[in-house]
């Protein structure tokens, strides 16, 4: 079985987020938020055919899988088939709009020529450091697994046969568990069900429910929402949540692509819906901050985790995103989120949780700020294309914000880049900064593009605003005057210190010579060279010659060394596909596209890796691949 790495496919709700493998294992469960508490540790289900022993539906040699969306929802189908028994099992997983609650609907048809009696086994273990933290308890045909102050209940419309509330994995392999242990000290727990038996050609059908609970909630009070819970309609149920996806997916669809019958087109449509259906699993409701992807390594023996919030990732999403009537979601980001968590510097850290707390860090990084600034100019924009002229109520409310940030770029680029002002004790903007990638600390072309970007965006944000009384027009033109300046001063730094002269390409940073295709960030987004410049066409010339893979998918860097060091990124590959339309050329534009929409798996998600033969992919599902996918369409 493969690692917990991979996540295949998404549901959830404005609270829930879980994922799930290609083959139908709940994998992990997320409430109430994206990066918050990981309830299962694992969460296996399995039947017991007659006399046999366990059959895992998420793992057995005579199990064959097709997984797919119900059209245009996040109603997730997994169709198992057991070759042995020739039993069909097919497998939807939903969760509900009004209650957070996860519906796993089970239909069993026996294809066989003999009777079959079928056991449904659950065996659920809790996310614990020590076991004896946790406990599961059954009450009224429910088990209860509970740690602290969050409780889960798993229950069913049908009574359960048997428990067993630790040891588990000494019976259940027999298909067996026993009832035992009151005292349950243990957060690894099972139930079965007897489905009785099904007569050749018949179908027999099951509902298994999850249930969660944001307040702090004991088990007693869960109990009345449970009993509740069991007599609802599950077709009905059903029937809510396609309507309500398929409602979100028709007031987000505005790109309005049609299908042309070609499979270029229809593989492009699936990863454009998939996107508007996958990316609110990813956001704080209440604060609008992203989780670059849902987790994939929760031990970091791979890669550190991935679960957090980055600004970068952030607002690379939102800006591309607003196109889709995702601006209330980035609109929520830049008046709770950044100001909740802006440094009293002006500065934002590497990374935070959903709610705005602070995440881990290992050093800060200068674009994390710089792009704060450009993006609200680009939120902006959107507002007024989308109204048409509306006010500048968002302009005016973040106002503040925005100059505090530029404060701290001020700092930045007088001290790094005029040797001034550098004296001040303890100094944040003193230390060298990360770049983008989190490998090198210094001075990256990335991250001076970004800060030029910042102060672009600054200069047109105060064009709008000096309209207003409240704002001095003296003190707006010496400030314009100033950030006009510093675009100078940036841009003079890149041309005597960031140009390789003999090939006369960027350099990304004074400790290698390594091509980049972050360079790219010089025009694409930020805009501190021409399209057309020399030293732009040469430095892409290069990245083709030392990032572009034989299957035209490229590179973040030369000598890339994380996770294999050797697969294609897919915003690497949507960068310089960028690059591409906006100089016009559209074969090499195609060339890319066409390698990002073989990158997508069957159900539309964009990895964050591939492999050249297209056949491994890392992260599946990375916001910042579907956000470059939409701006490709869009821009």
Same mark, same amino acid.
């Given at each position: ?45 399995? *039947? ?36 042995? $028994?020739? &039993? ?9 709009? /009004? ?22 086994? !659950? ?55 026993? /009832? ?29 429910? *999850? ?15 449970? @009993? ?17 996806? @398929? ?30 259906? $996958?990316?609110?699993? &990813? ?6 901050? *992203? ?35 995702? /601006? ?65 109520? $968002? ?39 990360? +770049? ?33 009384? +409240? ?63 020399? *030293? ?10 030392? &990032? ?21 990124? !897919? ?65």
């Amino acid at each position: 079985m493969r690692k917990k790495y991979y996540n295949d496919a998404f549901i959830g709700n404005k609270n829930i987020t879980c994922s799930f493998t290609k083959y139908g294992e709940l994998l992990r469960l997320y409430y109430p938020t994206p990066d918050y508490r990981q309830y299962f540790d694992f969460f296996h289900v399995g *039947i017991k055919v007659n006399n046999s022993n366990i059959i895992y539906l998420h793992k057995d040699v005579n199990n064959t899988y097709n997984q797919y969306y119900e059209d245009d929802s996040n109603i997730l189908h997994t169709d198992i088939y057991n070759t042995y $028994f020739k &039993l069909n099992v097919n497998q939807i997983d939903f969760a509900l709009i /009004d209650n957070d609650v996860i519906v796993r609907r089970y239909e069993f048809t026996n294809n066989s020529e003999d009777v079959e009696k079928i056991n449904f086994l !659950v065996h659920s273990k809790m996310m614990s450091s020590f076991n004896n933290m946790a406990g599961g308890v059954i009450m009224d045909d429910v088990l209860f697994q509970y740690c602290h102050n969050y409780t889960v209940g798993i229950f069913s419309d049908e009574e359960i046969t048997s428990s067993q509330m630790n040891n588990v994995d000494s019976t259940i392999n027999s298909g067996n568990i026993h /009832d035992k242990d009151y005292i349950s000290m243990s957060s690894d727990n099972a139930i079965s069900y007897d489905l009785g038996t099904i007569e050749p050609g018949d179908t027999r059908f099951f509902h298994l429910f *999850i249930y969660l609970k944001k307040e702090v909630d004991q088990i007693n009070d869960s109990l009345y929402n449970v @009993k509740a819970l069991k007599t609802i309609n599950v077709e009905l149920e059903k029937k809510k949540v396609l309507n309500y996806w @398929k409602r979100f997916l028709f007031e987000h669809d505005t790109l309005n692509l049609r299908d042309d019958g070609t499979e270029y087109m229809k593989t492009l449509i699936n990863i454009y819906k998939r996107t508007i259906l $996958f990316i609110p699993f &990813l956001i704080n409701e209440q604060t609008g901050g *992203i989780s670059a992807t849902l987790e994939v390594d929760e031990e970091r023996d791979e890669t550190g985790r991935y679960s957090y919030c980055w600004p970068r990732d952030s607002i690379m999403i939102y800006s591309y995103l607003d196109v889709l009537n995702f /601006d209330d979601y980035s609109s929520r980001y830049y008046d709770i989120f950044l100001k909740k968590t802006q440094f009293a510097e002006g500065m934002w850290e590497q990374r935070y949780f959903t709610d705005g707390t602070l995440a881990p860090c290992w050093g800060y990084q200068i674009d994390e700020t710089a792009i704060v600034v450009w993006g609200a100019y680009k939120h902006y924009l959107n507002y007024q294309k989308k109204f048409d002229n509306c006010d500048d109520t $968002f302009l005016l409310q973040n106002i503040d914000m925005l100059d505090k940030a530029i404060v701290f770029l001020n700092r930045y680029v007088e001290c790094k880049f005029l040797n001034i002002n550098c004296d001040y004790k303890h100094a944040i903007y003193k230390y060298e900064t990360y +770049d983008l990638w989190e490998n090198n600390e210094g001075i990256s072309i990335y991250a001076i593009s970004a800060i030029y970007g910042a102060y672009d965006a600054m200069i047109n944000i105060y064009n709008v605003l000096k309209k207003y009384q +409240d704002f001095d027009n003296e003190v707006i033109f010496n400030k314009i005057k100033d950030y006009e300046n510093k675009k100078v001063i940036i841009k003079d730094y890149v041309l005597n210190n960031l140009i390789d002269k003999q090939k006369n390409v960027f350099i990304r940073n004074f400790k290698d010579r390594y091509m980049d295709i972050s360079m790219l960030g010089t025009v694409v987004p930020f805009g501190m060279f021409d399209i057309n410049d020399d *030293i732009v066409k040469n430095t892409v010339d290069e990245i083709n010659k030392t &990032l572009r893979t034989y299957s035209n998918g490229y590179l973040r860097f030369q000598n890339d060394s994380y996770v294999s060091g050797t697969y294609p990124w !897919v915003i690497a590959t949507a960068w310089i596909a960028m690059y591409y339309k906006k100089i016009g050329n559209m074969e090499e534009y195609k060339k890319a596209m066409e390698v990002i929409l073989k990158s997508s798996t069957p159900l539309g998600l964009l990895p964050e890796q591939i492999s050249s033969d297209f056949k491994e992919r890392w992260v599946i599902g990375l916001g910042w691949s579907h956000a470059m996918f939409i701006g490709l369409l869009n821009e």
